[in-house]
């Protein structure tokens, strides 16, 4: 049975930090409880995170019953839309209502983060967010035998600019947040004279096999009262199932929580919360709730081409002609089975981009084209003597050929690829020798070579996140291409032993050698 809270207690423990000067005038919270919004909404922590360690854009819906064991005790619900835009810009929507005792307040928050590159390592992102926050007391908590004190308030409403800063090292995050740095009252046209409250981050985030993670976060925090609140929490993303987490604060005590993927869409978490202080150890535990639906990032067409392309040059240069001994017969075997698992792949992506924009004409035709470019480009540049079976050609592209070779004449949808750089043969690996580079001399594995720096990135974040720490990518000034490597050896000898165990069995993709 819940207990009722007295109405002293509630307006002493709510009204207490949220009144200023002697006209009675409501200033609402800065900010929701953000101390367990680990997985989603940690923009909230910091408005920097929209934009900082964020991968999927996502639609989430929050609920958080605090102190259930009595009755009026606050309650918060959030609808938040959040999307990193690209590389360097994230970005923020939600509504919020929130209900503290005899007090309700309903917000809207809107964010907005900006990356700038520093070095091949580092970041330093500003962000911010622009809360508006309307507040008052509930009508059923007015009557006629209601204190003149809280008869007498008036409602208030705020608008409220909240900047941050962060600056990611390596996996090392530091960040500052004012949660308060500015606030006008939109009834009484004048700046609030609300208590400035502030917090600072430090989090560490370690990439774990198969695209898990590993996150931990000290964050320090001055709230309203001047009190100096300490807290920690971790978190282990397992993508293709969930995530755990745990956390401790100062004043809102320990959590613990679990999250499940029920599709690659749709999540669902829960976390437990209970005060440990002497302040909130006897109010009774915390529920919180997160839905959240993440969008699927699908690329604009002419990007899924040059992925494309990208992939079927990489398919031509590792399956480059090499030393092969014909009486081998299981060499020769793995070599075509190798190659076959190649052609799938690519020919998977080719279905994947006719399906995204058959909608039209003309992207069917780009499409062609691009692929036409690709074949051609590997009928150049690969001699491989092993046959193997070519991807099958579509109906729909049959029969838009004709349109294809007038098209083609006419517009290009991206300049052609440039030539493969020579080969060295040896008996064990593809050799490409390299001079003339910044980067330090040695013999290195390259799992995939690019054109876009984009996607060397991509693809050393996702060697990284399975492993290969020691992943870089190397830019070719000659050709222009991004070298994106597993591993470097000081000899040739160690990057063959590497080469012929596929890194002791843990890549299974094809490989190349590359001496600088």
């Known amino acids: 049975m819940k207990l009722k809270l007295p109405l002293l207690y509630i307006f002493v423990f709510f009204a207490s930090s949220i009144i200023y000067a002697q006209d009675a005038r409501i200033v609402p919270p800065q900010e929701v409880p953000s101390q367990n919004l680990l997985e989603f909404n940690r923009y909230f922590i910091n408005p920097t995170f929209s934009r900082v360690g964020l991968k999927n854009s996502y639609l989430s819906l929050y609920t958080r019953n605090q102190w259930v064991q009595f009755d009026d005790a606050p309650t918060s ?51 911010t967010n622009i809360s508006y926050l309307d507040s008052g007391i509930k009508s059923s908590a007015i009557t006629a035998d209601s204190d003149p004190l809280i008869a007498n308030y008036e409602e208030s409403t705020l608008l409220t600019f909240k900047p941050g800063v962060n600056l990611t090292v390596g996996r090392f995050d ?34 774990l096999a198969d695209g898990n993670l590993l996150r931990a976060m000290a964050r320090g925090r001055k709230n309203e009262n001047g009190d100096a609140i300490l807290s920690g929490s971790l978190l282990f ?39 440990l202080s002497g302040t909130t150890n006897n109010l009774g535990v915390t529920h919180e709730l997160t839905l959240a639906y993440k969008f699927r990032e699908v690329s604009s067409d002419v990007t899924m081409i040059e992925d494309l392309e990208d992939s079927m040059e990489q398919f031509a240069r590792t399956n480059a ?93 991206r300049k052609s690829p440039p030539a493969t750089p020579t080969s060295v043969l040896t008996t064990n690996a593809v050799f490409t020798r390299v001079i003339g580079t910044r980067h330090p001399s040695g013999f290195y594995l390259v799992g995939n070579i690019f054109r876009n720096k984009t996607y060397a990135k991509r693809f050393q974040d996702k060697l990284k996140a399975d492993g290969f720490t020691s992943s870089n990518y190397l830019k070719d000034v000659k050709n222009g291409l991004s070298y994106v490597t597993i591993d470097r050896f000081n000899t040739l000898e160690a990057a063959e032993d590497a080469y012929r165990s596929k890194m002791q069995g843990r890549y299974s993709s094809p490989i190349s050698i590359l001496e600088i």
Request: proline share 3%.
């Open 77 to 127: 619900y959030l609808l938040n839309y959040v999307s990193r835009v690209n590389d360097n810009i994230g970005v923020g929507f939600g509504i919020q209502q929130q209900n503290n005792g005899i007090l309700n307040y309903f917000g809207i928050n809107a964010n907005y983060s900006y990356g700038i590159q520093l070095s091949e390592k580092s970041w330093f992102t500003l962000g």
């Open 174 to 207: 530091i960040g500052f947040y004012s949660e308060n740095l500015f606030s006008y009252d939109l009834k009484t046209s004048a700046q609030a004279g609300t208590s400035q409250i502030f917090s600072g981050h430090l989090m560490y985030s370690q990439p």
């Open 237 to 275: 993303d397992v993508p293709k199932l969930g995530w755990a987490q745990a956390g401790y604060d100062d004043f809102y005590g320990g959590s613990i929580g679990l999250g499940i993927n029920l599709s690659d869409h749709i999540s669902i978490g829960y976390v437990l919360e209970k005060g």
């Open 321 to 413: 002609p090499r030393e092969i001994d014909l009486d081998d017969t299981k060499t020769l075997k793995e070599e075509v089975a190798a190659q076959a698992v190649s052609i799938k792949a690519l020919q998977r992506r080719q279905d994947s981009i006719q399906q995204s924009s058959a909608s039209t004409t003309e992207n069917q035709l780009k499409q062609m084209i691009a692929m036409k470019k690709v074949e051609e480009h590997m009928k150049k540049n690969s001699s491989n003597p092993i046959s193997v079976p070519q991807p099958p050609v579509k109906k729909e592209a049959e029969a838009l050929n004709q349109k294809i070779e007038i098209v083609n004449a006419q517009k290009q949808v």
